[in-house]
């Protein structure tokens, strides 16, 4: 959902995604015919992630709220089985929220380029800092999945197109912003957490892709480091 087409002399190849951690929604698929009576291997974690009572054991309601969960972040089979999949994303969800507003903790992404975006793949995260004061986010985003990983390393914006669509999949790309050949920031209908990922491009919702716009141009800064979860 995230591929680019050729522009001038640069290639842009195939490619693959904030806003507040809180306020990101993703685009469901249909609801799954039937519910799984039962448990998962994740039952516990899953229950106590979704508020349920903790006891290991399935129950109609407990179901209901996997599935749920499941639908909403686009994660099949949606039958509310406590499987690695779903823990999978959960737990990611846990470790964003433990970030906190200090994204670079760490100090893996350069203060001393001025304003840079950041992306930590293997967090799933990205921000706008500017030295070691935090611009905006940090937020959910959606990178490469595996055979199409988001590349690491220091870039720069080079290409910016609000009006995007990918000439590979014939899709919308609003608020492209190219950093590495085909890969870019740009907005997508789907939830951040939505598996497997991205061609290789790094999505966003669109509250997210249109702060990005506003805050980068051409010739900013753009690191990427780590490594996403199942690549």
Same mark, same amino acid.
């Given at each position: 959902?995230?591929?680019?087409?050729?522009?001038?002399?640069?290639?842009?190849?195939?490619? &693959?995604?904030?806003?507040?951690?809180?306020?990101?929604?993703?685009?469901?698929?249909?609801?799954?015919?039937?519910?799984?009576?039962?448990?998962?291997?994740?039952?516990?974690?899953?229950?106590?992630?979704? &508020?349920?009572?903790?006891?290991?054991?399935?129950?109609?309601?407990?179901?209901?709220?996997?599935?749920?969960?499941?639908?909403?972040?686009?994660?099949?089979?949606?039958?509310?089985?406590? *499987?690695?999949?779903?823990?999978?994303?959960?737990?990611?969800?846990?470790?964003?929220?433990?970030? $906190?507003?200090? /994204?670079?903790?760490?100090?893996?992404?350069?203060?001393?380029? $001025? @304003?840079?975006?950041?992306?930590?793949?293997?967090?799933?995260?990205?921000?706008?800092?500017?030295?070691?004061?935090?611009?905006? *986010?940090?937020?959910?985003?959606?990178?490469? @999945?595996?055979?199409?990983?988001? @590349?690491?390393?220091?870039?720069?914006?080079?290409? @910016?197109?609000?009006?995007?669509?990918?000439?590979?999949?014939?899709?919308?790309? /609003?608020?492209?912003?190219?950093?590495?050949?085909?890969?870019?920031?740009?907005?997508?209908?789907?939830?951040?957490?939505?598996?497997? &990922?991205?061609? $290789?491009?790094?999505?966003?919702?669109?509250?997210?892709?249109?702060?990005?716009?506003?805050?980068?141009?051409?010739?900013?800064?753009?690191?990427?480091? $780590?490594?996403?979860?199942?690549?």
């Amino acid at each position: 959902m995230g591929d680019i087409r050729r522009r001038g002399a640069v290639v842009l190849g195939l490619t &693959g995604l904030v806003a507040p951690l809180t306020l990101v929604l993703g685009t469901a698929p249909a609801q799954a015919a039937s519910c799984t009576t039962q448990a998962g291997p994740y039952q516990k974690q899953v229950e106590k992630f979704l &508020g349920r009572p903790v006891d290991g054991k399935q129950s109609t309601t407990d179901c209901k709220a996997i599935r749920a969960f499941q639908t909403k972040h686009g994660i099949t089979p949606n039958i509310g089985y406590a *499987g690695p999949v779903t823990w999978g994303v959960m737990d990611l969800m846990n470790k964003q929220k433990a970030v $906190g507003n200090k /994204p670079n903790k760490a100090g893996k992404c350069p203060t001393n380029k $001025g @304003r840079i975006a950041c992306v930590n793949l293997t967090l799933q995260i990205s921000w706008i800092q500017d030295g070691s004061k935090l611009v905006y *986010g940090p937020v959910p985003v959606r990178t490469g @999945r595996n055979g199409y990983e988001t @590349r690491t390393g220091l870039k720069k914006i080079y290409w @910016r197109n609000i009006d995007h669509v990918s000439t590979i999949y014939n899709v919308p790309m /609003p608020y492209s912003q190219f950093f590495d050949g085909g890969q870019a920031f740009h907005s997508v209908g789907v939830s951040m957490w939505n598996p497997p &990922g991205s061609h $290789g491009c790094v999505n966003m919702t669109t509250t997210t892709a249109k702060k990005y716009w506003s805050l980068l141009k051409n010739g900013d800064d753009v690191f990427v480091y $780590g490594r996403k979860p199942g690549t």
